[in-house]
């Protein structure tokens, strides 16, 4: 007689853990043209997703204004952080699961000279970022208070300096990489940053610049895994 012994659970498949991704998909720069509103023309949002949220990290200077509101084809974004040192960094996101292309119009409370942007599809992270910080410096130099990253989310940066020549700048990231450095016009820049993370971290995001005149505001946001 054969006994059969039924081992229950044993050798079951344990569910992966949830995992945020994202995809830099474009950027641009606004030149010296003083607006209230910055028009990007047709950018490129990444692959359609039930899941999807676009990010847009941004930077902006001249006289300074606070940015009031970001559209990303026509739909109204929410602001994760805003912080400003002389010039400002910006990150705004919003729920979009349909569309491949869209404007994203940027709304300032008066008129402003110069602006960049970067635009970033992010998949399985839950609705808004868990964790922000921000921090301004000069001398090339600027560092971000604590930041909480969670394992199997993504940490998104952006940095803007205005007041000297783009060309001669480079950001150099520490605990984000840089996707792209983006000019505005002949007096300022940015760029915008990025990491999918791979374990549990509070820890501070640098930036260090080769052009020291200005300052350079930071900021950074976290999504968590849904």
């Known amino acids: 007689m054969f006994m059969i012994n039924h081992l229950v659970g044993f050798g079951a498949n344990t569910p992966a853990a949830p995992l945020a991704t994202r995809v830099f998909t474009d950027s641009e720069g606004h030149p010296a043209v003083s607006e209230t509103t910055h028009t990007f023309?047709?950018?490129s949002l990444g692959t359609a997703a039930s899941d999807r949220i676009i990010v847009i990290a941004g930077g902006s200077g001249g006289s300074n204004p606070a940015v009031t509101g970001v559209t990303v084809g026509g739909n109204s974004c929410t602001e994760a952080i805003q912080f400003a040192d002389t010039a400002r960094a910006w990150i705004y996101y919003v729920a979009l699961p349909t569309g491949t292309t869209g404007d994203v119009v940027v709304t300032?409370?008066?008129a402003e000279f110069r602006s960049i942007i970067g635009v970033y599809a992010?998949?399985?992270?839950?609705g808004g970022p868990?964790?922000?910080a921000s921090g301004g410096g000069t001398n090339g130099t600027v560092v971000t208070g604590n930041i909480v990253k969670k394992k199997n989310g993504v940490c998104f940066g952006a940095c803007f300096q205005t007041?000297?020549?783009p060309a001669t700048e480079d950001h150099a990231y520490t605990n984000l990489t840089k996707d792209a450095e983006v000019t505005a016009d002949a007096s300022g820049s940015g760029s915008v940053a990025s990491e999918e993370v791979a374990a549990d971290v509070t820890e501070t995001?640098?930036?260090v610049s080769d052009e020291i005149?200005?300052?350079h505001p930071l900021v950074a946001a976290?999504?968590?895994a849904a």
């Open 205 to 207: 995001i640098t930036v």
């Open 122 to 126: 992010l998949y399985g992270a839950s």
């Open 41 to 43: 023309t047709a950018k």
């Open 108 to 110: 300032f409370a008066s």
């Open 130 to 132: 868990s964790s922000t």
């Open 163 to 165: 007041g000297f020549d």
């Open 222 to 224: 976290h999504w968590e």
């Open 213 to 215: 005149d200005g300052r």
